[in-house]
T-cell receptor, first 115, second 114 residues
Framework: GNSVTQMEGPVTLSEEAFLTINCTYT??????LFWYVQYPGEGLQLLLK?????DKGSNKGFEATYRKETTSFHLEKGSVQVSDSAVYFC??????????????FGKGNQVVVIP | DAGVTQSPTHLIKTRGQQVTLRCSPK?????VSWYQQALGQGPQFIFQ???????QRGNFPDRFSGHQFPNYSSELNVNALLLGDSALYLC?????????????FGSGTRLTVV
């Protein structure tokens, strides 16, 4: 089945530091890949997406490249701000034979940016 | 343009009771999915509705049921509530399959079972 694995544990870093959150996936069909962000007490917001291999999704300074050869979709940001503190979820959705387009999520990573 | 609207935002129920959660999708979206998010975990897929029919279902017991109305809004019903049903319930909508467009999520309903 489809699954997503995110690196373990929270991520704590200083303002203006470089952020990387690792994400790898297993999928059948033709997956699209997503990063969602969840701020405290809120639902999920789509941060960026990529629908085919080698696509790069980008938004608000965040980037992620769909790497089919390594089945990865790592999230990066060159200079984080305190306002980037949130939980980040990697997810995939695959259009299989049965329209199996449910989102499969990773466990999420809490990112804390210290001023 | 209103996004996905969920109601209520919070509720507290007693073990064994039944609950109904409601969702209005984003304008132009005809597919509604429901997810359960336990504290500190990623969302888990419950089921998806399209054209008023359940199109696919996750690994949840029959106590979880749903409905989609002609205006695309949806309800999630949970019978015989258990303490373990306490979670944030998220509704997501998309125009047809969300594989290419992504899904828009509501802010969720926080259910506490006591």
């Amino acid at each position: 089945g489809n699954s997503v694995t995110q690196m373990e544990g929270p991520v704590t870093l200083s303002e203006e530091a470089f952020l990387t959150i690792n994400c790898t996936y297993t999928a059948t069909g033709y997956p699209s890949l997503f990063w969602y962000v969840q701020y405290p007490g809120e639902g999920l917001q789509l941060l960026l997406k990529a629908t085919k291999a080698d696509d790069k999704g980008s938004n608000k300074g965040f980037e992620a490249t769909y790497r089919k050869e390594t089945t990865s979709f790592h999230l990066e940001k060159g200079s984080v701000q305190v306002s980037d503190s949130a939980v980040y979820f990697c997810a995939l959705s695959a259009l299989g034979l049965r329209g199996n387009n449910r989102l499969a999520f990773g466990k999420g990573n809490q990112v804390v940016v210290i001023p | 343009d209103a996004g996905v609207t969920q109601s209520p935002t919070h509720l507290i129920k007693t073990r064994g009771q039944q609950v109904t959660l409601r969702c209005s999708p984003k304008s132009g979206h005809d597919t509604v999915s429901w997810y359960q998010q336990a504290l500190g975990q990623g969302p888990q897929f419950i089921f998806q509705y399209y054209e008023e029919e359940e199109r696919q279902r996750g690994n949840f017991p029959d106590r979880f049921s749903g409905h989609q109305f002609p205006n695309y809004s949806s309800e999630l019903n949970v019978n015989a509530l258990l303490l373990g049903d306490s979670a944030l319930y998220l509704c997501a909508s998309s125009p047809g399959t969300g594989v290419y467009y992504g899904y828009t999520f509501g802010s969720g309903t926080r259910l506490t079972v006591v």
